[in-house]
């Protein structure tokens, strides 16, 4: 079983910085990898960027290249999502979860919460 908890979201203003984490629990390490997903009212759940635990190799969604990155502490078991230059579009509910690092949904087990960022102008 894995347990994960999002943390760092709140209200901040169009051009600053943020960074989530995601601390993970259980066999985390089992899954291989951990992504940053996004859903916003109305809106699909969208893929930002996934990282392996082991390697550290990182994969994005294209057009979440420039402004969002991936990291991950081992140690700690937790994944970060730093965003910078946030525009009033990144207002969403992030996730965190465990699985393969690929970029669909369906291809993770474990979920957390959320965290709400919400983005004024």
């Known amino acids: 079983q894995v347990q994960l908890v999002e943390s760092g979201g709140g209200l901040v203003q169009a051009g600053d910085s943020l960074r989530l984490s995601c601390a993970a629990s259980?066999?985390?390490?089992?899954?291989?990898?951990m992504g940053w997903f996004r859903q916003a009212p109305g809106k699909e759940r969208e893929f930002i960027a996934a990282?392996?635990?082991?390697?550290?190799?990182?994969g994005y969604a294209d057009h979440m290249r420039s402004r969002f990155t991936i990291s991950r502490d081992n140690t700690k078991k937790t994944v970060y999502l730093q965003i910078n230059s946030l525009k009033v579009e990144d207002t969403a509910v992030y996730y965190c979860?465990?699985?393969?690092?690929?970029?669909?949904?369906?291809?993770?087990?474990?979920w957390g919460q959320g965290t709400q960022v919400t983005v004024s102008s």
């Open positions: 979860a465990a699985g393969t690092g690929s970029a669909r949904v369906r291809d993770y087990d474990y």
């Open positions: 259980g066999r985390t390490f089992d899954r291989g990898a």
């Open positions: 990282i392996r635990w082991s390697e550290g190799t990182t």
